[in-house]
């Protein structure tokens, strides 16, 4: 059963940082695309970053590029998203997404084939 475990959300101040992990566990996932995304109340859900199979690619929300950074360890099936330089527009919940191909060019997240619990991401103003 493939499973995917988020952490590290939570509430901070704007002009912090958090760190999301995120552990995929069930069944090897060394070829698959890992990433995030994110929604936030009222909002659709949108794509934040993603990272390639080998961690040599990575993709980002114009939004977030500068601040935010994905990383991923192979042998621990698990990928990470560093948030630095929070803003209030960052808060939303942030889920994990595993697929096969391009999570970027999956756009909302149709089509994503395995997805993790969400976790909270708060910045107070």
């Known amino acids: 059963q493939v499973q995917l475990v988020e952490s590290g959300g939570g509430l901070v101040q704007a002009g912090g940082s958090l760190r999301l992990s995120c552990t995929a566990s069930?069944?090897?996932?060394?070829?698959?695309?890992m990433g995030w995304f994110r929604q936030a109340p009222g909002k659709e859900r949108e794509f934040v970053s993603d990272?390639?199979?080998?961690?040599?690619?990575?993709n980002y929300a114009d939004s977030v590029k500068g601040r935010f950074t994905i990383t991923r360890d192979t042998a621990k099936n698990t990928v990470y998203l560093q948030m630095n330089g929070l803003k209030p527009e960052d808060t939303a919940v942030y889920s994990c997404a595993v697929s096969s191909g391009s999570i970027r060019a999956l756009g909302g997240g149709a089509g994503v084939a395995y997805w993790g619990q969400g976790t909270q991401v708060t910045v107070s103003s």
């Open positions: 069930g069944r090897p996932f060394s070829s698959y695309h």
């Open positions: 990272v390639s199979p080998g961690g040599r690619f990575t």
